[in-house]
């Protein structure tokens, strides 16, 4: 990722970091059931299958929203 990330003009160090959480953030939304996240938090908070479609998918799709609208914020402040 590295050569394409100064392809697209990400050269100064606070905007490869963004870049950084941006990506974390999108690898956390929408964790169903073929991810492990998925069964271990619905396991060890007891969730019976339904509940756990219902909370775990939405919480953690609400959780990428929020860390991309973070990362936008940060962007249009730090740039």
Same mark, same amino acid.
């Given at each position: 990722?590295?050569?394409?990330?100064?392809?697209?003009?990400?050269?100064?160090?606070?905007? /490869?970091?963004?870049?950084?959480?941006? !990506?974390?953030?999108? &690898?956390?939304?929408?964790?169903? =059931?073929?991810?492990?996240?998925?069964?271990?938090?619905?396991?060890?908070?007891?969730?019976? /299958?339904?509940?756990?479609?219902?909370? !775990?998918?939405?919480? &953690?799709?609400?959780?990428?929203? =929020?860390?991309?609208?973070?990362?936008?914020?940060?962007?249009?402040?730090?740039?």
């Amino acid at each position: 990722m590295a050569p394409l990330t100064m392809k697209a003009g990400f050269n100064e160090p606070i905007e /490869l970091a963004l870049l950084v959480l941006a !990506i974390g953030s999108g &690898s956390m939304t929408v964790s169903h =059931a073929n991810d492990s996240y998925f069964w271990v938090v619905s396991q060890f908070s007891g969730f019976d /299958l339904r509940s756990a479609f219902k909370g !775990i998918t939405v919480m &953690s799709l609400l959780q990428g929203l =929020a860390g991309l609208v973070m990362v936008l914020i940060l962007y249009t402040i730090l740039r």
